[in-house]
């Protein structure tokens, strides 16, 4: 099993011959009307889009992986000075796709969710609007850099704020405050910047909506989303379903952690300690944990046996925190092979179960996807988590090799603390909704809009006198604010299917496994509606959904 991080793949690109060859077949393209021509067009066409996201995908990642490295960071903003004009050219291309006249007889070759989303995509991106994209990437990198390449003193050791993770989940609550105020001091020393970025982001994703033509940002962020079936009005239903059933549950969770914590009051620092003696302890070495996800994998089933020896055997992971590397966890695939690669920042913690299983169900679903030969179903975008999520729940029945006697502990933290985050998710969303539907608020009262969410979606919550936090500023850590904005809320949503994926593998695992393979196979060619329709599952828009969902759940966490 190889172990090395650092992939030592050929990153170069040549845009130009990459740009002359696409323009050939889209000029190709709009010369034929013979439908099996227009399909052969479109499969070698969707395959220069997979050489170029593909090398992006690499370049990328070697960036994130250090960003002291001058070198890559270099080769880096080289490769994404041109993504603007590949942004050009996918227009064209979807553009092409929804003026054809055999539109209808393509649809039924690729579905019809691409075309779908070619509408969204033709009316969020122009070529008017290239400057401001760029300037939009360049503060979100200023974002990233600064959280990169953060360093925080804790025990007489400078630390990345991603190996601050094992201090803040100590069974030792002193440990534990003061791990969360060394990384609250980073945060409040460097406020101003959080709060300029957001601001001049805000400004800039305000103006690109204005010369496309719309009121503000939220129609182009939901179409950025891919949403092509979830509307302000879903999420606004969902929001009054969470104020009703999932703030009290998750008030009564927080409960029972003060119960089991043996204190009078919850603080923040306590946030994801269910147990007076710490979270769950990992029983086994770093080499003994990837052999184990390595052996889940392979005895899950035969699809992710075979994801696990290509991610592993070649060593497409990178696991550990270092100085200089981006913090947080993602999936990704490389190259036009399509080949997962699991990134995150393991700590030695109960969660580092929950994040690997959360990153295999992504790069899992790319995995079982990419024969669909379209990026578009490879990457879902708004029912991505769906897998992710579920991943976590089916590797349950293995949990013994990590955690021995503790599993049932893991199990009951992993349950409670899914439904603790509810009302954050939602107090993200409607924040989201705030910012860009009053694109002039000032600094001051986005802090105290936000601020005020806090206290509405989760009114347990004690910051214990620490002014920042108390000010408002807890947002600056939420990197999908200023990322991706309107994703926060996907985690929550794809949570109420997982769980409904759990109950039913309780009784037909077997059933379970299937329902979750098939949506897999299908990816984004399926909007997070039609996967739960087609699954048998309840739509978290659905009237009262959240409430049965609820009732599992308590269900579950007293057995």
Request: proline content about 3%.
């Given at each position: 099993?190889?172990?090395?991080?650092?992939?030592?793949?050929?990153?170069?690109?040549?845009?130009?011959?990459?740009?002359?060859?696409?323009?050939?077949?889209?000029?190709?393209?709009?010369?034929?009307?013979?439908?099996?021509?227009?399909?052969?067009?479109?499969?070698?066409?969707?395959?220069?889009?997979?050489?170029?996201?593909?090398?992006?995908?690499?370049?990328?990642?070697?960036?994130?992986?250090?960003f002291n490295d001058r070198e890559t960071s270099s080769a880096y903003q080289e490769f994404m000075s041109r993504d603007t004009s590949y942004q050009n050219l996918v227009t064209w291309y979807y553009q092409d796709r929804l003026l054809c006249p055999q539109k209808e007889k393509l649809e039924k070759n690729a579905g019809k969710q691409v075309f779908r989303?070619?509408?969204?995509?033709?009316?969020?991106?122009?070529?008017?609007?290239?400057?401001?994209?760029?300037?939009?990437?360049?503060?979100?990198?200023?974002?990233?850099?600064?959280?990169?390449?953060?360093?925080?003193?804790?025990?007489?050791?400078?630390?990345?704020?991603?190996?601050?993770?094992?201090?803040?989940?100590?069974?030792?609550?002193?440990?534990?405050?003061?791990?969360?105020?060394?990384?609250?001091?980073?945060?409040?020393?460097?406020?101003?910047?959080?709060?300029?970025?957001?601001?001049?982001?805000i400004a800039v994703r305000n103006e690109i909506s204005l010369k496309l033509g719309r009121k503000n940002f939220i129609e182009v962020?939901?179409?950025?989303?891919?949403?092509?079936?979830?509307?302000?009005?879903?999420?606004?239903?969902?929001?009054?379903?969470?104020?009703?059933?999932?703030?009290?549950?998750?008030?009564?969770?927080?409960?029972?952690?003060?119960?089991?914590?043996?204190?009078?009051?919850?603080?923040?620092?306590?946030?994801?300690?269910?147990?007076?003696?710490g979270p769950p302890s990992i029983k086994v070495s770093e080499k003994q944990f990837r052999e184990g996800m390595h052996n889940l994998l392979r005895d899950l089933s035969e699809e992710t046996k075979t994801f696990s020896n290509a991610l592993f055997e070649e060593g497409h992971y990178d696991f550990y925190p270092r100085k200089g590397k981006k913090g947080g966890g993602y999936a990704t695939y490389l190259g036009k092979e399509r080949k997962p690669f699991i990134f995150a920042n393991l700590t030695g913690t109960s969660n580092d179960v929950r994040v690997f299983t959360h990153e295999a169900g992504h790069a899992f679903q790319f995995f079982m996807s990419s024969s669909l030969n379209c990026p578009e179903y490879i990457i879902p975008v708004d029912s991505a988590e769906i897998f992710s999520f579920a991943m976590e729940r089916f590797a349950w029945p293995w949990l013994d090799q990590f955690f021995k006697?503790?599993?049932?502990?893991?199990?009951?933290?992993?349950?409670?603390?899914?439904?603790?985050?509810?009302?954050?998710?939602?107090?993200?969303?409607?924040?989201?909704?705030?910012?860009?539907?009053?694109?002039?608020?000032?600094?001051?009262?986005?802090?105290?809009?936000?601020?005020?969410?806090?206290?509405?979606?989760?009114?347990?919550?004690?910051?214990?006198?620490?002014?920042?936090?108390?000010?408002?500023?807890?947002?600056?850590?939420?990197?999908?604010?200023?990322?991706?904005?309107?994703?926060?809320?996907?985690?929550?949503?794809?949570?109420?299917?997982?769980?409904?994926?759990?109950?039913?593998?309780?009784?037909?695992?077997?059933?379970a496994w299937e329902s979750y393979l098939e949506m897999c196979k299908a990816g984004g060619s399926r909007t997070l509606k039609e996967h739960c329709q087609a699954a048998g599952l309840i739509s978290p828009f659905e009237k009262e959904a959240i409430a049965g969902i609820i009732e599992f759940a308590e269900e579950l966490l007293k057995s």
């Open positions: 099993m190889k172990t090395n991080y650092y992939l030592e793949t050929e990153s170069h690109f040549d845009f130009d011959v990459f740009q002359k060859q696409f323009e050939e077949k889209l000029k190709e393209f709009k010369a034929t009307d013979n439908v099996f021509t227009l399909n052969r067009i479109l499969e070698e066409m969707n395959e220069l889009r997979f050489e170029y996201e593909g090398a992006q995908n690499l370049i990328t990642l070697r960036y994130v992986q250090d989303l070619a509408g969204l995509k033709v009316n969020s991106y122009r070529k008017e609007i290239e400057r401001k994209v760029d300037l939009e990437v360049k503060l979100m990198e200023e974002y990233s850099t600064l959280l990169g390449t953060a360093e925080v003193e804790f025990q007489g050791e400078h630390l990345p704020l991603s190996a601050l993770g094992k201090y803040m989940a100590s069974p030792d609550r002193m440990i534990r405050k003061q791990a969360w105020e060394a990384r609250t001091e980073f945060f409040e020393e460097n406020g101003g910047k959080f709060d300029d970025i957001l601001d001049d982001l962020g939901y179409e950025r989303m891919n949403r092509t079936d979830i509307t302000p009005f879903d999420l606004e239903n969902y929001r009054i379903q969470i104020r009703k059933y999932g703030v009290g549950f998750a008030s009564s969770l927080r409960e029972r952690q003060k119960s089991s914590l043996g204190v009078e009051r919850l603080k923040y620092y306590d946030d994801k300690i269910m147990f007076k003696e006697e503790d599993t049932w502990k893991y199990k009951y933290s992993h349950t409670a603390e899914a439904f603790m985050y509810m009302p954050l998710a939602n107090a993200v969303d409607e924040f989201e909704h705030f910012l860009y539907e009053k694109p002039q608020a000032t600094i001051r009262e986005r802090r105290e809009e936000w601020r005020k969410l806090e206290k509405s979606y989760m009114p347990e919550l004690d910051y214990d006198g620490n002014k920042y936090l108390e000010d408002g500023g807890s947002f600056h850590s939420i990197a999908h604010i200023f990322f991706s904005p309107f994703y926060f809320i996907d985690y929550d949503l794809a949570h109420t299917v997982a769980v409904q994926l759990l109950k039913m593998a309780q009784k037909e695992p077997a059933a």
